[in-house]
């Protein structure tokens, strides 16, 4: 073997290797917008976190009602259902049976739906107008995910107008406000999960399975 085959043979090895050892992706692998709108979702949910507290002091008066988890009782989650309070879409990281598709709809779909709550909540109690300002804003820019990464999914079932027929008093009102921030919570974390991880996925891949 002469010398220019070994030497050949040893930039093709080491190529191979410098391939297997690269990141699977990267942050460069989306298109620009596509990362802008998820920094940006991103970054308003993050703000939506650190709000939630302060509204919840604002509007919730009842005695009991706090975001401690260790404060909630079986009672309370008897109201999530008496009150008819649907539970957000489940985030699960990225798979080849959970698509960024999946993923993105079930963004916008949960979004959807708090905005939906707070708006029916809104029409009795002061104090939730800023939020769910903050959700339409969130919509946007999930959607210009949706747009740029050219991803379908359901069309979004608004499921939070059979709360307004079940607020019976002033109560119900005040429990369904906290279980819908309680709620909301919790699923903003999820959801900066999922974009963080979304921020390093890439969309056309996905669309090769």
Not at 4 to 17: E, K
Not at 149 to 159: E, F, K, R, Y
Not at 163 to 181: C, F, K, W
Request: aromatic share 4%; hydrophobic share 40%; charged share 20%.
């Amino acid at each position: 073997m002469n010398t220019l085959t070994v030497v050949a043979l040893l930039h093709y090895f080491l190529f191979a290797v410098l391939v297997q050892s690269a990141p699977v992706s990267s942050p460069s692998d989306q298109p620009a917008a596509f990362r802008e709108a998820a920094e940006r979702a991103k970054t308003l949910v993050e703000k939506i976190l650190r709000d939630i507290p302060a509204v919840h002091t604002a509007t919730i008066n009842t005695e009991g009602l706090t975001l401690d988890p260790s404060t909630q009782t079986t009672n309370l989650q008897m109201m999530v259902t008496s009150l008819g309070i649907p539970a957000a879409p489940v985030l699960k990281p990225l798979s080849e049976r959970f698509t960024l598709d999946t993923c993105v709809s079930r963004m916008s779909a949960g979004s959807r739906l708090y905005q939906g709550l707070l708006g029916v909540l809104s029409d009795r109690l002061s104090g939730l107008s800023d939020l769910r300002a903050d959700l339409r804003d969130l919509l946007t820019h999930i959607n210009k995910m949706k747009e740029v990464a050219q991803l379908g999914g359901a069309v979004d079932q608004n499921h939070s107008l059979d709360l307004a027929s079940r607020l019976h008093g002033n109560y119900d009102v005040q429990v369904a406000a906290h279980l819908t921030l309680t709620q909301l919570r919790s699923f903003c974390h999820d959801l900066i999960r999922s974009l963080r991880a979304i921020a390093t996925h890439r969309p056309r891949a996905e669309g090769t399975r």
